[in-house]
T-cell receptor, first 111, second 113 residues
Framework: GEQVEQRPPHLSVPEGDSAVIICTYT??????FYWYKQEPGAGLQLLMS?????DRKEEQGLTVLLNKKDKQLSLNLTAAHPGDSAVYFC??????????FGKGTHLHVLP | EAAVTQSPRSKVAVTGGKVTLSCHQT?????MYWYRQDTGHGLRLIHY???????EKGDIPDGYKASRPSQENFSLILELASLSQTAVYFC????????????FGEGSRLIVV
């Protein structure tokens, strides 16, 4: 089945810098890719989603890159601010019901 | 606004006792899920359901049962709680089983002593 590796587990960046989180997956048939954000004491909320025919997607200071050849998905937060401090999860969606979550990246944006 | 509510939000249970975690969604979604979150493990799927009165095993179903009495409600049942089941449990719903956003509840923190 699908395996997901997410790195780094912890990331601290100064305010205004970019933060990059990377996931690698194993199933080349994965059709959808999600990034979720979890703030302290809360559930996960969808950050961005991309379909497998998209290489790059940008929304509101976030960039998702999909490299299908290397089976790598990345999330880039440009100009991070303290409100971005949270845990981020990548989640490839292989087929019906089967969303596999990475182990998460704890992002700390230093004011 | 999609809404998934869980109860209780926090619970302390004794080893060997029965625990029921409840989830209610107002999204009119067919799919509902129970995940477990442990430090260093991300989220792991315990049970899911795509129709009322039917449940399916996820990746880590041992020690857990699930019940879906209606489209809106999905419960997770620990018949004999064990120390290893101390974790945060999340319920989620989605419109279909693939290619759709998961909407999560705020989680239920369970401590088994």
């Amino acid at each position: 089945g699908e395996q997901v590796e997410q790195r780094p587990p912890h990331l601290s960046v100064p305010e205004g810098d970019s933060a990059v989180i990377i996931c690698t997956y194993t199933d080349s048939a994965t059709a959808y890719f999600y990034w979720y954000k979890q703030e302290p004491g809360a559930g996960l909320q969808l950050l961005m989603s991309v379909f497998s025919n998209v290489d790059r997607k940008e929304e509101q200071g976030l960039t998702v890159l999909l490299n299908k050849k290397d089976k790598q998905l990345s999330l880039n937060l440009t100009a991070a601010h303290p409100g971005d401090s949270a845990v981020y999860f990548c989640a490839p969606d292989t087929n019906a019901y089967k969303v596999i979550f990475g182990k998460g990246t704890h992002l700390h944006v230093l004011p | 606004e999609a809404a998934v509510t869980q109860s209780p939000r926090s619970k302390v249970a004794v080893t060997g006792g029965k625990v029921t975690l409840s989830c209610h969604q107002t999204n009119n979604h067919d799919y509902m899920y129970w995940y477990r979150q442990d430090t260093g493990h991300g989220l792991r799927l315990i049970h899911y359901s795509y129709v009322a009165d039917s449940t399916e095993k996820g990746d880590i179903p041992d020690g857990y049962k699930a019940s879906r009495p209606s489209q809106e409600n999905f419960s997770l049942i620990l018949e004999l709680a064990s120390l290893s089941q101390t974790a945060v449990y999340f319920c989620a719903s989605s419109a279909t089983g693939s290619g759709n956003t998961l909407y999560f509840g705020e989680g239920s923190r369970l401590i088994v002593v």
